[in-house]
């Protein structure tokens, strides 16, 4: 909740205080930012009567001296470039300029040279440089997200751009939160290292003034760590509702792309799935698929009533109640059939991929132990003409990361099968997976079976019974934040950067993974903070990712491996 008040607070002040008619003009990374957070009927209230890119807005010529213009960029040199060449031919009565992280001064310079007509107002720096999603869990929607995977050799220009996206994200996270933070990172990763030690030299050394809020807290924890320590997280089909629809259908900045599905309406092309502003998605956007069809019945046995209710007009005062309440029950209308077609979707592709039966295997793989029934479910699916490409693929993958260092003549007749049953699968890829998540490569217990504690914990975990065998996986992130909670993070795995250590148990905590976060991870951390342990965990990422994603990436980043001779 923190990070969209936080967000939102910087988007209200940058338009309340400008009065009369207004154009916002974003580009095409912070209109992801204000999106989020803030709706176009809000927008409309603060009399913000048109939102352009900046980009496109450079195309057009046409004079709007009755509009301010509001500008929110982040500060990029081609969004300064654009900048400056607009305000050389103004359009607009004002100018007023906010960008989303801190400005270089040779970038303020270039921007007063080009101000010759002086209707810039103001220039401002509000730190909102990352998408905040959802109450605990934000995301810098990196393009480029692969990089992590590469060795710095391979292209260090885009990666130094990976990396410097990054730290702008975490730098304004911890600026919109006042705080500055004692850094720790995940060991074995060079990227993890990278990033906290620039980090950790941006809030310490370079900007100590802007980051040093004299606050008498404890200092919160940053800890970045990598999503190699955990890549069977994101090969999972989900079951819980937002994780289950971004796997099987794609959210993009809590809106869904609803065109290519089934009879769905005009207003219904796109929807926003929101726990802001859908208090039914707030209720159950973590609960399991099971129960989700059945609250959905009552949300549509609630509406039925409703509408039963709005058919019997027969007076004056009935026609006048129905008027007021419309928009209302619009609303609700809107709702329902949203929700009813994204369940049903969801259902037509669980049914067409066979996904009970497969995601079956997968938890099993990711949970239990047992290779010799591993195997055969795993090579049964494979040859299973209903199982698509993609669900062999990750079959297989999950059994080479949970069983590598074991039989590898089954590992090695499981690669050849796939490769004679999926016509797509580039040959390597679960090699290459291994390469750069392997257990020799992680960090942290990612299976439980070296450490007796985590032994006696699954041993515990198995006693009590799992709910549901599709949801019986725990992201690895869950021990990290339980070890946290205990004060049993070990200073080995995890070192600090620099000399500044944790004094006493931090309040705050934000785990940020270099590669990606997923919609389970975000759904762990929401039900850690609802135990009240007196830490509050954010969690955040470069990207969030889908099993499709992640797949994309890591043959991506293959691809350029191949093609680069600095690689081994």
């Known amino acids: 909740m923190v990070l969209i008040t936080a967000v939102r607070d910087y988007i209200n002040r940058m338009l309340h205080d400008i009065s009369g008619m207004k154009v916002l003009i974003l580009d095409s990374q912070t209109v992801s930012i204000v ?39 982040r500060p990029t040199s081609e969004n300064i470039q654009l900048m400056r060449r607009q305000l050389t031919t103004p359009r607009f009565g004002e100018y007023h300029l906010f960008f989303s992280n801190m400005l270089k001064d040779t970038q303020l310079h270039n921007l007063a040279d080009s101000d010759e007509h002086e209707i810039v107002q103001q220039v401002q720096e509000y730190f909102a440089d990352f998408v905040a999603g959802d109450a605990y869990h934000f995301s810098l929607n990196i393009a480029s997200n692969h990089m992590y995977m590469l060795p710095a050799v391979v292209d260090p220009t885009s990666l130094q751009h990976f990396c410097d996206r990054v730290i702008d994200g975490i730098a304004a996270i911890f600026l919109a939160l ?146 007021d309440n419309y928009p209302e029950y619009r609303k609700m209308h809107g709702n329902v059939s949203k929700h009813v077609t994204l369940v049903t979707e969801m259902s037509r592709i669980v049914e067409e991929r066979k996904l009970m039966l497969v995601s079956q295997t997968e938890q099993e793989l990711a949970c239990n132990g047992g290779q010799g029934a591993a195997f055969e479910a795993v090579t049964n ?20 990361l949970r069983y590598e260092k074991e039989n590898s003549v089954q590992l090695m007749q499981l690669f050849n099968k796939l490769a004679s049953r999926t016509p797509k699968y580039k040959p390597g890829l679960v090699q290459f997976l291994l390469k750069q998540a392997g257990a020799d490569r992680r960090t942290g217990d990612l299976y439980g079976n070296r450490d007796l504690l985590n032994y006696a914990l699954n041993m515990a975990r198995g006693l009590k019974g799992v709910e549901n065998v599709y949801t019986q996986h725990q992201p690895l992130l869950s021990q990290t934040m339980e070890s946290i909670v205990k004060g049993r993070l070990r200073d080995v795995d995890y070192p600090y950067v620099g000399n500044h250590f944790q004094q006493a148990r931090p309040q705050d905590v934000i785990i940020f993974i270099v590669g990606g976060t997923t919609y389970e991870e975000a759904r762990s951390v929401s039900l850690q903070n609802s135990t009240n342990s007196g830490i509050r965990f954010i969690l955040g990422g470069s990207a969030v990712l889908s099993s499709k994603r992640f797949l994309k990436e890591l043959e991506e980043a293959q691809r350029i491996a191949r093609t680069s001779s600095n690689v081994i």
């Open 178 to 323: 006042k705080r500055r933070p004692v850094i720790r990172y995940s060991r074995t990763s060079d990227i993890a290292k990278r990033v906290a030690q620039e980090a950790s030299k941006l809030m310490y050394q370079q900007e100590s003034g802007l980051f040093d809020f004299r606050r008498a807290e404890v200092s919160p924890l940053l800890l970045i760590v990598d999503r190699r320590d955990d890549p069977v997280t994101p090969l999972l089909n989900q079951w819980t509702y937002q994780a289950m629809v971004h796997e099987l259908i794609g959210i993009q900045d809590n809106k869904v792309d609803l065109k290519n599905i089934g009879k769905s309406s005009k207003d219904q092309q796109e929807v926003v799935l929101s726990s802001e502003q859908d208090a039914f998605f707030r209720a159950n956007m973590y609960e399991n698929f099971g129960d989700i069809g059945m609250n959905i019945k009552k949300m549509v046995d609630d509406f039925q009533q409703v509408a039963k209710s709005n058919q019997n007009i027969q007076t004056i005062e009935d026609m006048a109640k129905f008027v």
């Open 35 to 73: 999106s989020v957070v803030y709706s176009q009927s809000e927008l409309l209230q603060k009399e913000v009567f048109l939102v352009e890119l900046v980009d496109s807005i450079s195309m057009s010529k046409e004079p709007m001296s009755h509009l301010k213009a509001v500008y929110f960029l």
């Open 381 to 400: 699916l494979l040859n299973n003409e209903n199982v698509s490409d993609i669900d062999r693929l990750r079959l297989v993958m999950l059994y080479a």
